[in-house]
């Protein structure tokens, strides 16, 4: 499911069903699935899930059923694609899974990158930038992570960084760039340091060279707005910057339990007209949820990082690192994008992260921790004492 909307990103968006998209009908049908197999992780698959995130899930659902609105349906189902997708990937995680997860990632992230790069260059819309970009910094974080055994394994990363450039989008530009110097984690521990400070310099001179020699990009970046100064450089902000202070404004007027969900939506609609996303999920969450929902928000995402890397210390296997890649570049998108509702983002970012999350944090070769918990909680008598 995911790998397949990993394909198809946001073409199913442009077909028009009555008054909704496919790609709206699509999501709303997928959490229904999800909901209806959700006791098959109750227990097991959940207990992967930060309780801070399930909270806001919860939060976001009682909301919505208080201050119901379509935009608020449609952040629900993402958020439900998310937060289940990382309980149902950790219940069946293995190493083996996972393996081969990220292999087939990366494949999709170079064909992908491929179509993109071709009907960018023939003038055919295959797929919209920001739409396409995104996706590509979840593809890329596999296709980073993945052991480089041949020639697609060593190529993947170059390719889909090359497509994302080619969009112009300056948010996942500058991510998939610095993902780059991620590839050191391919390398024995002992070898990293050193390689990555090369690689860090080797990624400023390719940014260098790239804003020096490729207009377009380096247009994207300083013509515009000029909104926001950056080391004596006034950096485009496309207009967001108006857009941001008067989401944050509107925010003020319900702190605590925010608007309800997809109150920003209808907000920055009314407000702008063409403009139709806060581009930016933190406002987005605090205008939505307020400060208990950011709260809960923030807790589960720095939960969720902190077990990532404690597999990391402890295995160092390829799939944390692709999650910890996963979820960095999301919430680094999340400053300037709309990557809460996209469900070609979240629903690929959560498989990553709920096979990481339902493995074990020591080495094991097969059985999960998910499962391992489901196995704990079957062989404990009324009095908790395991038999």
């Known amino acids: 499911m995911a790998v397949t909307t990993a394909i198809v990103i946001d073409t199913s968006g442009r077909i028009a069903i009555g008054p909704a998209s496919l790609s709206a009908l699509t999501s709303l049908a997928i959490t229904a699935v999800i909901i209806a197999l959700a006791p098959l992780v109750v227990g097991a698959g959940l207990a992967a899930v930060p309780l801070p995130l399930l909270l806001f899930w919860a939060f976001v659902v009682v909301r919505l059923v208080l201050s119901p609105n379509p935009d608020g349906l449609q952040n629900m189902a993402v958020l439900t694609m998310f937060t289940f997708g990382i309980a149902f990937s950790a219940r069946s995680a293995t190493m083996e899974i996972a393996g081969a997860t990220l292999r087939a990632f990366a494949g999709v992230g170079v064909l992908i990158a491929v179509v993109f790069a071709i009907g960018t260059l023939s ?78 310099t080797g990624v400023a001179l390719m940014t260098g060279v790239l804003m020096l020699s490729f207009e377009p990009l380096r247009n994207r970046f300083l013509v515009g707005d000029n909104a926001v ?56 969450v605090l205008h939505d949820e307020g400060l208990v929902g950011m709260v809960l928000f923030a807790l589960g995402c720095l939960l969720v990082l902190i077990r990532i890397v404690e597999r990391i210390a402890r295995t160092d296997q390829p799939i944390h690192w692709a999650a910890l890649f996963a979820m960095s570049a999301t919430l680094a998108a999340a400053a300037t994008d709309n990557v809460l509702v996209y469900p070609f983002v979240l629903l690929p970012a959560s498989v990553l992260i709920g096979l990481s999350l339902g493995l074990p944090r020591d080495r094991h070769p097969r059985v999960s921790s998910a499962r391992a918990a489901e196995h704990r909680a079957g062989t404990r008598g009324l009095t908790g004492v395991t038999r």
């Open 123 to 200: 003038g055919a819309d295959v797929y919209m930038t920001r739409a396409f970009a995104l996706t590509a910094l979840v593809l890329l974080s596999a296709a980073v992570a993945l052991p480089p055994t041949d020639l697609m394994s060593r190529t993947a990363p170059f390719v889909i960084v090359g497509a994302v450039v080619l969009s112009l989008s300056r948010t996942a530009s500058a991510i998939s760039i610095l993902m780059l110097v991620g590839l050191v984690v391919r390398l024995r521990r002992g070898h990293r340091l050193v390689l990555a400070c090369g690689a860090v």
């Open 229 to 284: 100064e950056v080391g004596g450089l006034a950096i485009n902000t496309s207009g967001r910057s108006a857009l941001w202070e008067a989401v944050g404004e509107s925010a003020k007027q319900a702190p605590f339990l925010g608007h309800g969900p997809g109150s920003a939506v209808v907000f920055v609609t009314e407000r702008f007209g063409a403009i139709t996303q806060p581009h930016n999920e933190y406002l987005r």
